[in-house]
Nanobody
Framework: QVQLEESGGGLVQAGGSLRLSCAAS????????MGWFRQAPGKERVAVGS????????WYADFVKGRFTIARDNAKSTVILQMNSLKPEDTAVYYC???????????????????WGQGTQVTVSS
């Protein structure tokens, strides 16, 4: 059974940084495209960023460009979301997601992702 487990969330002041990590496990599962999504209170879940399997294709939401960076370590089946210059509006539950597609490009489309983590809370105080 495939599992995704996020870690690294917490409380930070505006302007600070957090590093989220997501580890995939489960048999012979080798993640393809991986992505990060977030859901703020009372709002729909939205895509934050995505990375393809080889780590050379990226997609970022406009509201995080220049502040957030995605990276991955395929040997560890892990994807990282480095968040800098955090703002109060970045407060949300952040979810990791993964596909089995090994030859696809990064994508913000939720329907592409078959596997999801439970989420980790990020709170940015003003």
């Amino acid at each position: 059974q495939v599992q995704l487990e996020e870690s690294g969330g917490g409380l930070v002041q505006a302007g600070g940084s957090l590093r989220l990590s997501c580890a995939a496990s489960g048999g012979a599962f080798s993640p393809g495209v991986m992505g990060w999504f977030r859901q703020a209170p009372g709002k729909e879940r939205v895509a934050v960023g995505s990375i393809n399997r080889s780590g050379d294709n990226f997609w970022y939401a406009d509201f995080v460009k220049g502040r957030f960076t995605i990276a991955r370590d395929n040997a560890k089946s892990t994807v990282i979301l480095q968040m800098n210059s955090l703002k109060p509006e970045d407060t949300a539950v952040y979810y990791c997601a993964a596909t089995e597609a090994s030859n696809s490009i990064a994508t913000p489309q939720e329907r592409t992702y078959a596997y999801w983590g439970q989420g980790t809370q990020v709170t940015v105080s003003s």
